[in-house]
């Protein structure tokens, strides 16, 4: 039995001798041009000095930009004060068809990373994405400060405070705004 296995382990050795060294065969197999298609170069961030948060002629839909200007960004609720309530954000930026990223909401202590995909929408293709309204890194959007957005290569947008966004969501979630106590006398 023990010949038999060193007379294995013998040929099993034999056979791996016989594989010839690594060489630059394979290499010659890959492609070495450069790719014909990829991500489109970055976008700048745009000057938001004097954007506002402005109402639309649907009341569950709010856009931010510089008046006159395109819009930069739009926050819309989805089945407003239902247990299924969500907010669509959309960032009026040119996205690769079939892309996806992750969109970084960040403002008053939060940050919040939604999922964005390249959606065709009037016949542009911008980046958007849904997410419940429940989520509390919606909070960001809070008037105390400003807030800002990014997605990769579609630059940052400084979001400048304003109640408007925050009453969106709470009004999405169907919760009423809880008030503050008032404080104990001295």
């Not at 395109?70 to 040119?94: D, F, G, S």
């Not at 429940?134 to 990769?152: C, G, S």
Request: include cysteine; proline fraction near 13%.
């Amino acid at each position: 039995m023990r010949c038999a296995l060193l007379a294995g382990l013998a040929l099993t050795g034999a056979l791996a001798g016989c594989k010839p060294p690594p060489t630059d065969a394979a290499v010659a197999r890959v492609s070495l041009l450069a790719p014909t298609t990829g991500p489109s170069e970055p976008l700048a961030s745009p000057d938001t000095t004097g954007a506002v948060w402005a109402s639309t002629g649907n009341p569950q839909r709010l856009v931010y930009g510089v008046p006159g200007q395109p819009v930069l960004l739009a926050l819309e609720c989805l089945e407003a004060a239902q247990p299924e309530a969500r907010l669509r954000i959309t960032r009026h930026a040119p996205a690769d068809n079939g892309a996806a990223a992750l969109l970084a909401l960040i403002g008053n202590g939060w940050i919040g990373r939604f999922p964005v995909d390249a959606t065709q929408i009037g016949g542009r293709v911008l980046w958007q994405g849904e997410m419940p309204a429940i989520q509390p890194e919606w909070d960001a959007l809070k008037p105390e400060r400003e807030a800002t957005v990014t997605v990769p290569g579609a630059g940052l947008v400084r979001l400048n405070p304003s109640p408007l966004p925050m009453a969106l969501v709470t009004a999405c979630r169907g919760t009423p705004e809880e008030p503050v106590p008032p404080a104990d006398p001295v």
